[in-house]
C-alpha cells in the first residue's frame, strides 16, 4: 500500500477537495471514506490523530434498547451489523489487528420488574433485529450463572443475553484505522483549524496556514462545538458540550470470548489478552478534563461487585476524555447553519465507535453533492438548533 503523507511545512501552498479538522475515529473515517470515492483529502488534528476521546480503552459497543424504535436505532443497527465486515476489510488491508469481537452482551436484572421488561423486549428485538435469521437475538435466563460471570449476587432475577453487542479495541481500531490511509490523505497533526470560509473554500490554521478545499468536515469531537461557534458566531452551547468520562483497565485471566456486562452505565468490557476495560463516569461539571479521580475508584468498586472475578486484578492504566454531545444528544451530521462546504459530523456521545464509518458515510455524501438522506432527522443540525 502507498503511505499516506505526514508532513508539510506551513509555507506549503495545499488544496484538496476535503479538508477533515479533527483525527478521531469520525475523521479517520471520513478519510477513508473519501481515499475510497477518490478525493484527495487533507487530515488536521490540532494534537495528534488519536488523541481525543478515541483513543480510550472501552471500545463497547452496545445497541440501544429495541423498544420505541426510530430512524436513530435503525441507523445504529445498521451501522453496528456492517461495522464487522468493514473492520475485516481494514483487518486484512493492513495486516493490523482492531481486537473486534462481537461478543455479546449480559444484562444482570436486579429488580422483579426488570425480568418483565426483558420478556417485551426480547419480543422486540425479535422484529427490529431480523429475527432467527440474523443471529441476533435479546433473551431472558431466569437462571443463569456461567463461569461466576457476572457473580449471581448481581442477577437475583436473572440475566439477559444479548447478541448483537460487540467490542473493539480503540487504540488498535485507531492505529488500524490511520495505517490504511495511502497517499490522497495529508496528515497535519498539531494544527487546529482555526477558520473557514464559505465563499470560497479557504480554511485557516493555527500555525497561519491557508488551505483552499472543496468541503471542510469539521470531525473536531466536544471542540467542533467551540469551533463551529467561532465559524457562525454563536455561542458553543448552543450546539453542544462536553461530558468528561472517566475508565480503567485491569489486567485479569478472563477468557476474551466472554460477553460484556452491562449494568446501570457501568461497562465491564472483556478484551484480548485477558485484559478488562471498565467504565464509566458521565460528568457534566469538571476542572480536570484529562485527570482521573475517586469517581474512577467508584466505577471500579461497582465493575467488582458486578463481576466479583475482578477482585484483585492490577489496574494496568486509569484514563479521562472528554466525549461529544450535541445538544439534543444524538449526533450532529449535516452542513453548518447558512454553510454549503463546511459539514459538521460529531456528537456521537457514547456510542461513536459503532457509527463512526456511517456518520462518515453522510459526511461524504454531502461532500459529493448527495442530498444526506441517509441522515436521520433527529441528527440533522436543523433539528439540534429548533
Ligand atoms: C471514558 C470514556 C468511555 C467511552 N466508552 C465508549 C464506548 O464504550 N463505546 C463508544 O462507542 N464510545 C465510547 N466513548 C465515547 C467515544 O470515545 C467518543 O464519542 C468518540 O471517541 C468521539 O470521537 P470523535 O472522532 O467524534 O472525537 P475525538 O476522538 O475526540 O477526536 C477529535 C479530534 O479532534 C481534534 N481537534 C480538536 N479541535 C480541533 C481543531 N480545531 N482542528 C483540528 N483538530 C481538532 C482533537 O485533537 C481530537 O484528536 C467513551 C468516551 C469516554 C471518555
Known amino acids: 500500500m502507498t503511505r499516506s503523507r505526514s508532513y508539510s511545512p506551513a509555507s506549503d501552498a495545499l488544496s484538496c477537495d476535503i479538508l477533515i479538522a479533527g483525527g478521531g475515529i469520525v475523521g479517520l473515517w471520513v478519510a477513508r471514506l473519501a481515499q475510497e470515492a477518490g478525493l484527495k483529502a487533507v487530515l488536521l488534528d490540532r494534537d495528534r490523530i488519536g488523541s481525543g476521546a478515541s483513543g480510550g480503552l472501552l471500545g463497547a459497543l452496545m445497541p440501544h434498547m429495541p423498544e420505541r424504535w426510530n430512524p436513530k436505532k435503525q441507523f445504529q443497527l445498521d451501522a453496528l451489523i456492517s461495522l464487522e465486515t468493514r473492520i475485516a476489510e481494514i483487518e486484512t488491508e493492513t495486516g493490523l489487528s482492531c481486537g473486534y469481537r462481537r461478543c455479546g452482551r449480559l444484562l444482570p436484572l436486579a429488580k422483579p420488574h426488570h425480568a418483565g421488561l426483558a420478556a417485551e423486549r426480547h419480543a422486540e428485538a425479535e422484529l427490529r433485529w431480523g429475527g432467527v435469521p440474523s443471529g441476533y437475538a435479546w433473551r431472558l435466563h431466569p437462571k443463569f450463572n456461567v463461569d461466576n460471570w457476572p457473580g449471581a449476587d448481581a442477577m437475583p432475577h436473572g440475566v439477559v443475553l444479548e447478541t448483537l453487542s460487540a467490542r473493539v479495541n480503540p487504540r488498535l481500531y485507531m492505529t488500524a484505522m490511520k495505517a490504511g490511509l495511502g497517499e490522497r490523505v495529508t496528515f497535519l497533526e498539531t494544527e487546529a ?9 479557504m480554511a485557516t490554521t493555527s500555525v497561519g496556514r491557508t488551505i483552499r478545499t472543496g468541503h471542510a468536515v469539521l470531525s473536531a469531537g466536544h471542540a467542533s462545538f467551540d469551533v463551529l461557534g467561532e465559524i457562525v458566531r454563536r455561542p458553543a452551547r448552543t450546539f453542544g458540550s462536553a461530558i468528561k468520562g472517566q475508565a480503567a483497565l485491569l489486567e485479569t485471566d478472563i477468557d476474551p470470548d466472554w460477553p460484556l456486562v452491562f449494568q446501570d452505565g457501568t461497562y465491564v468490557v472483556p478484551h484480548d489478552n485477558g485484559l478488562v476495560a471498565v467504565g464509566s463516569t458521565s460528568e457534566r461539571q469538571f476542572d480536570a478534563p484529562f485527570d482521573t479521580d475517586e469517581k474512577l475508584d467508584a466505577v471500579i468498586s461497582r465493575a467488582v461487585a458486578l463481576c466479583p472475578l475482578l477482585a484483585g486484578a492490577p489496574v494496568l492504566e486509569r484514563w479521562a476524555n472528554l466525549r461529544p454531545k450535541a445538544v439534543k444528544r444524538d449526533p450532529m ?12 459530523a460529531t456528537g456521537g456521545f457514547k456510542i461513536t465507535f459503532g457509527i463512526a464509518h456511517e456518520m462518515a458515510r453522510c459526511a461524504v455524501d454531502l ?17 439540534h438548533l429548533n
Open 193 to 201: 483549524l482555526d477558520g473557514f470560509d464559505d465563499a470560497t473554500g
Open 333 to 344: 451530521i449535516g452542513f453548518a447553519p447558512g454553510h454549503r462546504h463546511l459539514i459538521v
Open 367 to 383: 461532500a459529493l453533492g448527495g442530498s444526506g438522506a441517509a441522515i436521520p432527522e433527529s441528527f440533522r443540525v436543523e433539528h
